[in-house]
């Protein structure tokens, strides 16, 4: 009997991991569960694959758009589509701590994303923090569509991104310390799973 009620309850926690409710509290005591000689569950993998930040302008800014960030295999894809920037100039963006973008001035996100504890770098550099992704080269109509791959971040597990905030300044990161000299923060949106 008691293997019996034993087999349904990891019947019921498999069908609720299936159908997306897993719950990772406790796990059934290695001695009772089946030996199935299947691969260990991949937490990271039930995770979103695609996430999205819809910029908004800070205050006194006109930049808008969106970051979208897709995994490919173990990097993260990044495909910023922006406006509203200096024409012609570099404009740094950057994942932050927070997902909150509520105070005028952006600063509510918190610092950069730095799980690691590295030195602040541009993306060239191996050993920087996680959100530390370089700058944008706007057009002649303030404009950008930028494509950069990571190695360093995820969307869901190691370094994960999501439920924080993209930020992105009104100057270049000139790689420098703390934060790259990146300036005032002129568009804020927080990253969210997407389809």
Do not use: W
């Amino acid at each position: 009997m008691n293997k019996i009620l034993t087999l349904l309850a990891l019947t019921a926690s498999v069908a609720a991991c299936a159908a997306g409710q897993c719950k990772h509290e406790a796990a059934a005591p290695a001695a009772t569960a089946p030996a199935t000689g299947a691969p260990a569950h991949d937490h990271a993998a039930m995770g979103p694959t695609t996430a999205l930040a819809a910029i908004e302008p800070t205050t006194g800014s006109t930049v808008k758009g969106t970051v979208r960030f897709e995994t490919q295999d173990d990097k993260l894809k990044v495909i910023a589509d922006l406006q509203g920037l200096t024409p012609g100039a570099l404009h740094a963006f950057h994942v932050h701590q927070f997902g909150d973008c509520s105070s005028g001035d952006g600063k509510s996100a918190g610092d950069h994303y730095n799980p690691q504890g590295h030195q602040h770098g541009l993306p060239s550099q191996a050993a920087r923090h996680a959100g530390d992704l370089g700058n944008l080269q706007a057009d002649a109509q303030g404009k950008v569509h930028h494509e950069i791959v990571i190695e360093n971040a995820s969307i869901f597990g190691a370094n994960a991104i999501l439920g924080r905030a993209v930020i992105v300044h009104a100057k270049t990161d000139d790689g420098g310390q703390p934060t790259g000299n990146a300036g005032p923060r002129a568009g804020c949106g927080v990253i969210g799973a997407a389809k």
